[in-house]
């Protein structure tokens, strides 16, 4: 589903629960429009998802139909239709630091971690040369503020979150990303080694998934699980936030497919240090 979807479905939920509450109270949607003095289609555009609802405009509803009880529990919908879908002109509009400490507050906070990425080494086991290059590819292309040495200096502090604790990170990474260059072949063997480095660390599983697998999925983004209460999705706009718990099994019934035809251990190194050897 896409960001624009996602986000509809939550508010025509959300609007098809506050019709049950007007209906309940014996109201019409123009007796209701017209006690909380607003224009009549706005009751119906709300109940139909076709307009979002301030949380004023919630606690006029509950007030009205008298269920107030319900009103905690329409505001954590609302903030969640909300959250869902943050465009990347505002998570970067100060530049790329900001971003990099909301990632390592989500990270602290999580036991197990399951991140796919189809283009680019996963941003946690980035060498500084190679966070240089991409960063300063992102503040081009979005034309943000640069922050460049910000940036890299906290996507690397993030990283520390691979050595703490007892969490558990599982990557899969499609073997083109081994072979999508940053910089020059000097920051891919480097960046490369990283990788081998990274694989005998005791709590991180790294695999490599084949360019002659046979893909039984649906096309995919980037993406990474956070325990199994949420899931981020990159686009090229924006940053869409998943918490739903049946989309997020979707996203855990894809890992695992994508898990049973990634190459592990041995194998996994082989692909990259064939990669290295084409480097050098």
């Not at 283009?119 to 040369?129: R, V, Y």
């Not at 490369?192 to 991180?204: Q, S, Y």
Request: aromatic letters at 8%.
């Amino acid at each position: 589903m896409t960001h624009s979807g996602a986000a509809h479905e939550q508010r025509e939920a959300l609007g098809a629960r506050l019709r049950e509450l007007r209906r309940d109270a014996g109201l019409t949607g123009r007796k209701l429009a017209d006690s909380a003095g607003w224009h009549e289609s706005k009751t119906s555009k709300i109940e139909y998802g076709k307009q979002t609802p301030s949380e004023a405009d919630l606690r006029t509803w509950c007030t009205l139909t008298g269920s107030l009880d319900e009103f905690p529990d329409l505001i954590a919908s609302l903030r969640n239709i909300q959250a869902a879908y943050m465009e990347f002109r505002r998570v970067l509009g100060t530049g790329t630091r900001r971003r990099q400490r909301m990632l390592s507050h989500i990270e602290g906070q999580t036991q197990i971690m399951r991140w796919f990425e189809p283009m680019i080494i996963p941003g946690l086991l980035q060498t500084p040369d190679y966070i240089e290059w991409i960063l300063g590819r992102i503040i081009r292309f979005y034309d943000i503020p640069n922050d460049i040495d910000e940036g890299v200096t906290a996507r690397i502090e993030r990283q520390q979150v691979l050595y703490r604790g007892t969490r558990r990170f599982s990557f899969v990474i499609a073997e083109q990303v081994l072979h999508t260059t940053a910089g020059q072949d000097s920051v891919m063997v480097e960046q490369l080694d990283r990788l081998l480095t990274a694989m005998a660390l005791p709590r991180v599983q790294l695999g490599i998934l084949p360019s002659a697998a046979i893909y039984e999925g649906p096309a995919t983004n980037s993406f990474v699980m956070y325990d199994n209460k949420l899931v981020i999705v990159e686009t090229v706009t924006a940053e869409l936030t998943i918490t739903q718990p049946r989309e997020i099994a979707l996203y855990g019934k894809l890992f695992d497919l994508l898990r049973t035809q990634t190459s592990y251990g041995e194998a996994a190194r082989g692909l990259i240090q064939k990669a290295i050897a084409q480097r050098r």
